[in-house]
């Protein structure tokens, strides 16, 4: 093997010293139909087929090509990128075990720990340097922030949902280094980063407010270079609706009630929260009257206090009132003495 070592196999072979496996299997096959005595009629020439051979040999061999690569200063030049940054005083150190493997190339043994000795001084350096700079810049990962819309009714009781971040984390292949064996790595592109979709589940708690931020912890970017993961904050915005809302720690109701049940007043169920709450009209309460039932809202940031329930009345006719109903009506109507739009006038003047 030794003189094979200083031999250019990849000029034998016709091929870059970059060339993948596939292009030197390629570039193997190619050479044995030239040359092959018993294929390449006029042209066969044996010793250069037997030289292709073993340069193959030697280079379809990942072990042997790299020793190959070490020796010839290829594998420096694959790896140029993190090879720049190693300092001098290492390099030079390389260079001497690759010349003592050069001297040993008749000795497989010392041959093999002189190119471990390069190896190892060499990836030593990277590692250490890499360390040092890793101490000298952990970069912890952003927060992400993600509004999130749910409804009073889940705002009062509690709710969980299914949330999809995208967050960045370093790659798992290179980690974070951007170059495997001097290229770039294939799973990042050479970014060293890599966009990673996740499923959390995450739990509203009850009682939460407008605008509140729910904080899932370690769920945001990860960190690089030992820097913290950023958390996830979900911005929580609640949706009013016809006749739920929230306001701080107040639940505000509109509750339709009847002309009768206005007049005479009454109990009526309110669905607010999981179980529902019984409200007593008063007889005659008019429509835009609010009814405040204490301590049934939210609680406050610190559990300390809570909030109320605000009703507001809205005196509501029925959609179809028969014609029975409506002579009803037409009796009251008679019947009434009473001035309700006097005060009006007055205020008029
Ligand atoms: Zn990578």
């Given at each position: 093997?030794?003189?094979?070592?200083?031999?250019?196999?990849?000029?034998?072979?016709?091929?870059?010293?970059?060339?993948?496996?596939?292009?030197?299997?390629?570039?193997?096959?190619?050479?044995?139909?030239?040359?092959?005595?018993?294929?390449?009629?006029?042209?066969?020439?044996?010793?250069?087929?037997?030289?292709?051979?073993?340069?193959?040999?030697?280079?379809?061999?990942?072990?042997?090509?790299?020793?190959?690569?070490?020796?010839?200063?290829?594998?420096?030049?694959?790896?140029?990128?993190?090879?720049?940054?190693?300092?001098?005083?290492?390099?030079?150190?390389?260079?001497?075990?690759?010349?003592?493997?050069?001297?040993?190339?008749n000795n497989s043994e010392s041959f093999s720990k002189s190119i471990n000795d390069a190896l190892e001084n060499l990836f030593h350096a990277q590692k250490t340097s890499r360390n040092r700079q890793e101490q000298k810049?952990?970069?912890?990962?952003?927060?992400?922030?993600?509004?999130?819309?749910?409804?009073?009714?889940?705002?009062?009781?509690?709710?969980?949902?299914?949330?999809?971040?995208?967050?960045?984390?370093?790659?798992?292949?290179?980690?974070?280094?951007?170059?495997?064996?001097?290229?770039?790595?294939?799973?990042?592109?050479?970014?060293?980063?890599?966009?990673?979709?996740?499923?959390?589940?995450?739990?509203?708690?009850k009682g939460i407010t407008q605008g509140a931020k729910v904080r899932v912890k370690k769920e945001g970017n990860k960190g690089i270079n030992g820097g913290k993961d950023g958390d996830l904050f979900l911005i929580i915005?609640?949706?009013?609706?016809?006749?739920?809302?929230?306001?701080?720690?107040?639940?505000?109701?509109?509750?339709?009630?009847?002309?009768?049940?206005?007049?005479?007043?009454?109990?009526?169920?309110?669905?607010?929260?999981?179980?529902?709450?019984?409200?007593?009209?008063?007889?005659?309460?008019?429509?835009?009257?609010?009814?405040?039932?204490?301590?049934?809202?939210?609680?406050?940031?610190?559990?300390?206090?809570?909030?109320?329930?605000?009703?507001?009345?809205?005196?509501?006719?029925?959609?179809?009132?028969?014609?029975?109903?409506?002579?009803?009506?037409?009796?009251?109507?008679?019947?009434?003495?009473?001035?309700?739009?006097?005060?009006?006038?007055?205020?008029?003047?």
């Amino acid at each position: 093997m030794a003189n094979y070592y200083n031999k250019d196999l990849y000029k034998i072979l016709e091929v870059n010293f970059n060339a993948t496996d596939e292009e030197i299997k390629a570039a193997y096959k190619r050479l044995v139909l030239k040359y092959h005595p018993d294929v390449a009629g006029v042209n066969a020439n044996e010793s250069k087929f037997k030289e292709v051979q073993e340069a193959y040999e030697i280079l379809k061999n990942k072990d042997f090509r790299k020793k190959y690569d070490i020796l010839h200063g290829f594998f420096a030049e694959k790896i140029k990128k993190e090879y720049e940054t190693i300092n001098q005083s290492k390099k030079n150190k390389y260079e001497e075990f690759i010349k003592q493997a050069k001297a040993n190339a008749n000795n497989s043994e010392s041959f093999s720990k002189s190119i471990n000795d390069a190896l190892e001084n060499l990836f030593h350096a990277q590692k250490t340097s890499r360390n040092r700079q890793e101490q000298k810049v952990p970069v912890n990962g952003e927060n992400i922030n993600l509004d999130m819309t749910i409804s009073c009714f889940e705002a009062i009781n509690g709710t969980s949902r299914k949330v999809n971040i995208l967050h960045t984390q370093p790659c798992p292949n290179c980690e974070g280094r951007k170059f495997i064996n001097g290229s770039n790595c294939s799973m990042c592109n050479g970014t060293g980063q890599l966009s990673m979709q996740k499923k959390i589940n995450v739990k509203i708690p009850k009682g939460i407010t407008q605008g509140a931020k729910v904080r899932v912890k370690k769920e945001g970017n990860k960190g690089i270079n030992g820097g913290k993961d950023g958390d996830l904050f979900l911005i929580i915005n609640i949706e009013k609706n016809k006749y739920y809302d929230i306001e701080g720690m107040n639940i505000i109701c509109t509750l339709p009630i009847t002309p009768f049940e206005a007049v005479l007043g009454a109990e009526i169920p309110l669905y607010i929260m999981k179980e529902t709450i019984n409200v007593k009209i008063p007889p005659m309460t008019s429509s835009g009257q609010k009814l405040r039932i204490t301590g049934q809202g939210l609680y406050n940031k610190s559990k300390t206090k809570k909030g109320d329930i605000i009703i507001n009345i809205s005196i509501q006719l029925p959609e179809n009132l028969t014609e029975k109903e409506k002579d009803l009506y037409k009796r009251l109507q008679t019947m009434s003495a009473d001035d309700i739009r006097k005060n009006m006038r007055d205020a008029a003047k």
